[in-house]
Each structure stands twice: as C-alpha cells, then as structure tokens.
C-alpha cells in the first residue's frame, strides 16, 4: 500500500515483536524526573529536581563540594546519598538507599495554571430535540448535486422531491383571500403548481405522450420524464423559489452559500480519488449541515445570535479550534458535539460517520479537546472517512480563505498520492467550476475564484526557541521521521495545549518530512467501550494516540498489541501530572524507553515566552481579537489553553 493513500488496504503481515533496539532507545534515564518547589536542605541549598532514585540541588554557592558521600536533611529526614555531578550552580545526587518519594512528587512538583471554565449558558439535550430538521441549503444543494450524478435512480430522487416540497411549501392563504384568488386564477391560464412533487406529475400529464394516461405517482412521473426533463425542471423550480427561502443565518459569512457547495463538491472529488465509497452521499450531506449547531444556538439564544453571526465570517472560524473553546465558554458544549447529539439522536443519521468527522478535526486540530463526556468508536469507515473530510476542511480553506498553511499541507498530501502541481491545480479548479455550477443553477449569488494559489513553507527550526531542550525535541523527531531510524515516541508535557500545538506543527514542517504521511489522532480519553482492532489503522503512515494516560484499563490490552505490532509509526502524548511511573506502572515501562520531555517552561523561562508569543499571534489569526497585552502573563506561568480561554472570554 502506499501510505498515503488511506483507502487501499495492504497485506495485514503480522509484525515480528522485538525489543528495542540501541539506535531506538530515546530515554536513557531510570526515572521520570520531576521540577518541584523549593525544598530546603540547609546550608547545601534547596531541591528543585526529584525522581524515584535522584535529586538535584541548586547550591546556596558555587563552592565545588569535595565529598562524594552525603546526608541530605529535609522534612525530619536523613538520606544518603551519592555525588554525580555538580557545577557552579546545581549538584546531582543518586539515593544511596531506598527513599519513597511517591506523595512528595505528587505534592510539590510545580504545575502550570489551567483555565476554570464556567459557561455563561447550557445547552440542554430537550431543548435540542425542539429544534426543526429541515436545512434548506443543504437539501438544495444536495439535490443539485444528485441531479448531475449519473448513477442516480428514481429512488433517489424521489427522497430529494419529497425534502424540496416540504421545505418548499407555502403557508396556507386565509379563506377570505383564498376566494378572492381563486375567482382571479379562474379569469386567467390554467396556473402550474407551487408543489415540486406535483410540478412533475403536471409536466408528466401534460406531455404529448401520455395523452389518456393518468398520472398520479411522482416516481411515474419521473420515469416518464426522464432524468433530463426532471433535472431541467427542478432546477428551474429551485431557482424561481430559492429568493423566497432562507439560506442561512449566517449572514455576515461572506460567500457563505458558495463555502457550503465548494465543499461538498471536493470532497466527492476527493473520495472518488482516494477510493472512498459514499454511495449513499451521507459524507458529503453531513458536510453540508456542520454548521447547523449554531443554527441551533441562534434558534435557542436569540440574544446572541447577533455576536455568532459576527464572529462565524470565514470557513477558517469554523474549523478553528479556538472557536470550540468560544462555544464552550458560552454554551457549555463546542459546535462539534452539538452537531453529534443533534445527528445521532433527533435526525438520528451519520451514526457510521459522525466520530470520522471530530477525527478530522482532531487531525486539523491536535489540541481540541472534546471533553470527557462524548465516547467515540474507530471502525475501518469512520477512520478513513476522518481523512476525507481532513483534506476537504484543508482544500476549503485553501479556496475559501486563501490560507497559505492549508496550501503547503494540501500540495504535501496530494503529491504524495501521486498528483503534480499541475494536477493538484486542474483537481481544484475542476471543484470550482463543479460549485460556481451549482450556484448558478440555483440562482445563487457568488462566484468562487481559483486564482494564484499562495506559496509557502514552514520551518520548525527557528519557530521554537532555539535552547537545548527544544533542540533536543527537533533532533528526536527528525530522527522519528526517518523510515527505520525510530518507530515509537512517548511525548511527555506539562502544557497540553501547547504540546499539540506543536505537534501539528512538527507533523507539516518542510524540514522533518513528515508532511505527506497520512496520520489520525485518536483522543484516548474519549475511546468507548468497542474493541480496538489493529487492521483499523492500516491505512494511516503514523497513529497519535492522544492523552494515552486517559485511556481504559479495558483496552490497555488491544493498546499493547498495537504497540508491540503496528507496522507503522505510533506517537503517544502524556501528562506529567498524572505521574505514570507510580500509578500506571504497567504502561510507563512499555513506554520508558520511548519518551522525550517537551521543553518545561519551569527549566527554560523563554519557552514560556515564545510559547506567549505563539498564542496570540495564533488568537490574533484565528479569532481576529488584536490590542492582547502579553504582560498580563507574565506574573505567574500559564497554560496556552488559559491565555486561549481568558482571552476568548472578553472576545467581543
């Protein structure tokens, strides 16, 4: 199989299990190490570094300390220990006997500061269930799309008349000025119906051909019109009503109707190349109906339907992550997971495809977090529809907003499955024309432009900070980006939002070559109760297994499989606050010799600062909020999710 193209199976060989190797041995290191507080040891200085069988000391002076055997006293206890190494300002030290440190760990190691997120509002499930099904757009454009295809049946179609009619059906006139009209209609031409469904069974009656036949049934109608006349008349019905219905509410979205359509039609394209089969064109539907959540928020919340439509101006706020934590703060669930309970439970459609679609923003999107509540199932479908829709969010924001990292990531993919730049640009413009088609035939306003795609490129060396810890990290995951050089990596953070953050960029930057593998990020902390097959994942270059210390004691087992014999590569993230080595021993010596420390802001201050800088340059681009004063954190340290949260708060 080539890797990048999730939709062809390889052999599913099964994987020799080996030890690793000396050249795949990251974590030389006995113990996880922890910064802690500040614990006094008298005159030698204080503790600042600890781990089951070592401290380190930061010395009160420089003085060099002649002995190699000393006695450390701290909270009534005495412990031996052994000198390592020292230097003018830190000592090393290895326990000489046994010392438990596991609660002392626990409680001291320094912590960055998280968010406290109180929503102004909830949600509720009921209030959902309220909520009409009907979404014009959606159904207009789907029908259009139907109507083109060539393996379309009566069938088919005669679900798309049913949904047009209905949404398309006029409110009853008044007795009185029923009358009135009628007595006008009998003075004129015979009128033809405002009915979709009767519209066909009129034009059926009244071809020359079916002199003396009745007609009653739509799907008669449409046999004896034929898919030509039936398109040619419904796409002539739809653009004498469509002025007559509301699109969206949306409406400081700009081309709003055109970013619908384009994206539906790319990722039939899409799916077509890559060999995914959406016969039945729920991939593509549920596409067409992602933003009905704030549909739904705007219906519920009137009062702040003014602020959504303000904000929601571009397919990039959409997808952005950041808008999730705007949604959370306000309504207490993301857009996301109001689209799931709303699908699944009212519509009650796309339960074989939904969770594809929050892996592919999770794929987009590392760092979003879908809360605890949501649990999620990986089947073969869901995996490889998430890299569908992955690349189509990639490809809209690439026509739709010009963005010029969407660009560099969707030249990378595509190269990789076999296309040139020449093919990737007539592959774009085919989608274009497909959608300013479908605009047109509905008597829509817009016109979507291919234009001169913006070039670009992305360097991870010179982004972070150039000290030894984020050099380090670079060096791991260059050598992690080699085909055999390293097969498993462990990243262990103390700031999750920045640590994905990062991650996304390490998996797109030109200088690592990670850029055109196919990849998934599976939320550990959302995994359900099924069953985690390895032949699941075959179709991805590399698996990130994300939060990895969330996951179930009840699949831990199906995990180690996939460790141990998963051809591909795995990359695994954990917190250093959920201390591993002590409460899941089990998992920490599988992962002990793959892991590399993301840089701690508590070792290196300007980290800490770039990381500042990387937030809101990414809340000023994503959000549009500018004036953020990079003072206000600055007094203690704070996680990127709390600069996130805080400032999207006073987002106005």
Not at 123 to 129: K, V
Not at 185 to 208: C, H, M, N, Q, R
Not at 510 to 530: F, H, Q, T, W
Not at 551 to 574: A, C, D, M, N, Y
Request: with cysteine; glycine share 4%.
């Amino acid at each position: 199989m080539d890797p990048s193209d999730p939709s062809r199976e390889k052999e599913n060989k099964p994987h020799k299990e080996e030890t690793a190797s000396e050249s795949q041995i990251l974590n030389r290191r006995t113990d996880i190490r922890y910064i802690i507080h500040p614990i006094s040891v008298g005159s030698l200085g204080s503790i600042v570094e600890i781990s089951k069988g070592y401290m380190k000391i930061r010395k009160m002076n420089s003085e060099e300390i002649k002995d190699p055997k000393l006695i450390i006293s701290f909270f009534k206890k005495e412990l031996k220990a052994d000198l390592l190494w020292q230097d003018n300002i830190n000592i090393g030290l290895q326990y000489s006997e046994e010392l438990d440190v596991e609660q002392l760990i626990k409680k001291f190691t320094l912590r960055v500061k998280e968010p406290a997120i109180t929503p102004k509002k909830t949600i509720s499930d009921d209030a959902m269930a309220g909520i009409s099904n009907k979404d014009v757009l959606s159904i207009c454009i789907n029908f259009m799309e139907e109507l083109e295809n060539l393996d379309t049946d009566i069938t088919k179609l005669q679900t798309y008349v049913d949904e047009i009619s209905d949404i398309c059906q006029k409110p009853p006139v008044p007795e009185g000025e029923a009358t009135e009209e009628i007595d006008e209609i009998k003075e004129l031409k015979p009128v033809e119906p405002t009915d979709l469904k009767e519209l066909l069974i009129y034009k059926a009656s009244s071809a020359g051909s079916a002199a003396g036949i009745e007609i009653k049934d739509v799907n008669f109608a449409i046999a004896r019109l034929g898919l030509e006349a039936v398109k040619e008349i419904s796409a002539d019905f739809l653009r004498n009503r469509v002025s007559e219905l509301e699109m969206s509410p949306l409406t400081n979205f700009d081309n709003y109707e055109a970013f619908v359509i384009f994206k539906t039609v790319i990722f039939k394209h899409l799916a077509h190349f890559f060999g995914f089969k959406d016969e039945e064109g729920e991939g593509s539907l549920l596409l067409s109906l992602e933003t009905k959540g704030l549909e739904i928020l705007m219906n519920l919340y009137s009062e702040d339907s003014e602020d959504l439509r303000h904000y929601y101006i571009s397919s990039s706020r959409v997808y952005s992550e950041l808008s999730r934590i705007y949604e959370t703060n306000n309504f207490g669930k993301d857009l996301l997971l109001i689209n799931k309970y709303y699908f699944e439970n009212v519509l009650e459609r796309f339960e074989d495809l939904y969770d594809g679609y929050i892996i592919a923003h999770l794929i987009l999107n590392p760092s979003y977090v879908p809360g605890d509540h949501p649990k999620l199932t990986f089947t073969r479908k869901k995996l490889i529809y998430s890299f569908m829709v992955y690349l189509t969010l990639i490809a809209t924001r690439v026509i739709m907003d010009r963005d010029r990292e969407s660009v560099m990531i969707l030249m990378h993919m595509l190269k990789r499955a076999g296309m040139t730049e020449k093919d990737i640009r007539n592959f774009l413009a085919i989608g274009v024309s497909e959608a300013n088609k479908v605009l047109k035939d509905l008597g829509l306003k817009g016109n979507i432009r291919l234009g001169t795609l913006p070039s670009a490129s992305f360097k991870i060396e010179g982004y972070l900070h150039n000290d030894i810890y984020s050099q380090y990290l670079v060096n791991t995951f260059k050598d992690f980006s080699m085909t055999n050089k390293l097969s498993r990596l462990a990243l262990k953070y103390e700031d999750a939002a920045y640590a994905h953050f990062i991650l996304t960029k390490l998996m797109i930057a030109d200088d690592l070559g990670m850029n055109s593998k196919a990849y998934c990020v599976i939320p550990c902390r959302n995994i359900s109760e099924y069953e985690l097959y390895l032949e699941e994942f075959i179709y991805f270059d590399i698996v990130i297994f994300k939060d990895i210390d969330s996951l179930p004691i009840s699949h831990r087992r199906e995990f180690v499989k996939l460790w141990k014999s998963f051809e591909g590569k795995i990359i695994v993230t954990f917190s250093n606050y959920s201390f591993i080595d002590f409460d899941n021993k089990d998992l920490y010596l599988l992962l002990k010799n793959h892991i590399v420390d993301f840089p701690s802001y508590f070792s290196c201050t300007e980290v800490y600062e770039r990381m500042i800088e990387h937030a809101i340059d990414y809340i000023q681009q994503s959000s549009g909020k500018h004036g953020i004063d990079r003072m206000n954190y600055l007094s203690d340290i704070y996680s990127m999710n709390y600069i996130k949260t805080n400032e999207l708060q006073s987002y106005s």
